[in-house]
C-alpha cells in the first residue's frame, strides 16, 4: 500500500515561521502537491514539486528530496487566516488520482 | 473560467430519497473526480473519468452511481443512503497529463438523515 505521514496537529505563533513535513513510501512517484484546506471548505493548492529542492511562491515554500521520499511546506510571517488543515498529496505515475496524507490541522495563536 | 462548481452546497436527505449532486467546468480538463471527505479526515477517492470514461471505481457502494454526460459536468447519483453517507462530497478536475493538480469545486455538504 501507499503510506504518506504528516504530522496530525501543530501550534504555531502569529509572526512566526512553522514547517510542516511530510513523509512518503508508495510504489511510484511523479509529483508531490500541498493543499491548504480550512474547515468545511475545498482544498486550494499551494505547490507542487517534481524535482529536488525549493519551491518559493510568497510566504509559502515547499521543499522535495525525491532520495529520502521527504518534502516539507515552510510558512513564514504566520496570519491567524492560516489557520487551516494541510494536505501533502503524491501523484504515483502520469494522470493516476492523488494519494492524500490525512493531513496536519495548524493553529495559529496570537 | 478556472472554477469547478458543484450544486447544490448543502443537501439534506432522507434515506429512500433518490438525489443528485451536479458538478461542472469548463477549462477543458478531461479528468474528473469524485470524493468523499469526513470530517477531519482526508479526502477519499470515490470515482475518476477519464475522457467521460468511468476509469476508476474504488468499490464504492452501488448506492452511488456517477454520470458523465459530457466533458463538462459530472453527476454523481445518490439513492438508499445511509446516515454515515452523511460527509463533504467534493469534485475536482484536471487536465489529462503533466505537472499539473487538481482543481477542486467547493463542495457539496450532505446530511443523511
Known amino acids: 500500500g501507499q503510506n504518506i505521514d504528516q504530522p496530525t496537529e501543530m501550534t504555531a505563533t502569529e509572526g512566526a515561521i512553522v514547517q510542516i513535513n511530510c513523509t512518503y513510501q508508495t510504489s511510484g512517484f511523479n509529483g508531490l502537491f500541498w493543499y491548504q484546506q480550512h474547515a468545511g471548505e475545498a482544498p486550494t493548492f499551494l505547490s507542487y514539486?517534481?524535482?529536488?529542492g525549493l519551491e518559493e511562491k510568497g510566504r509559502f515554500s515547499s521543499f522535495l528530496s525525491r532520495s529520502k521520499g521527504y518534502s516539507y511546506l515552510l510558512l513564514k510571517e504566520l496570519q491567524m487566516k492560516d489557520s487551516a488543515s494541510y494536505l501533502c498529496?503524491?501523484?504515483?505515475?502520469?494522470?493516476?488520482?492523488?494519494?492524500f496524507g490525512k493531513g496536519t490541522r495548524l493553529s495559529v495563536i496570537a | 473560467d478556472t472554477e469547478v462548481t458543484q450544486t447544490p452546497k448543502h443537501l439534506v436527505m432522507g434515506m429512500t430519497n433518490k438525489k443528485s449532486l451536479k458538478c461542472e467546468q469548463h477549462m477543458g480538463h478531461r479528468a474528473m473526480y469524485w470524493y468523499k471527505q469526513k470530517a477531519k479526515k482526508p479526502p477519499e477517492l470515490m470515482f475518476v473519468?477519464?475522457?467521460?470514461?468511468?476509469?476508476i471505481n474504488e468499490s464504492v457502494p452501488s448506492r452511488f452511481s456517477p454520470e458523465c454526460p459530457n466533458s463538462s459536468l459530472l453527476n454523481l447519483h445518490l439513492h438508499a443512503l445511509q446516515p454515515e453517507d452523511s460527509a463533504l462530497y467534493l469534485c475536482?478536475?484536471?487536465?489529462?497529463?503533466?505537472?499539473?493538480?487538481?482543481?477542486f469545486g467547493s463542495g457539496t455538504r450532505l446530511t443523511v438523515v
Open positions: 514539486n517534481v524535482l529536488d
Open positions: 473519468y477519464s475522457y467521460e470514461k468511468l476509469s
Open positions: 498529496a503524491v501523484r504515483l505515475s502520469g494522470n493516476t488520482p492523488l494519494v
Open positions: 475536482a478536475s484536471s487536465q489529462d497529463s503533466g505537472n499539473y493538480g487538481y482543481t
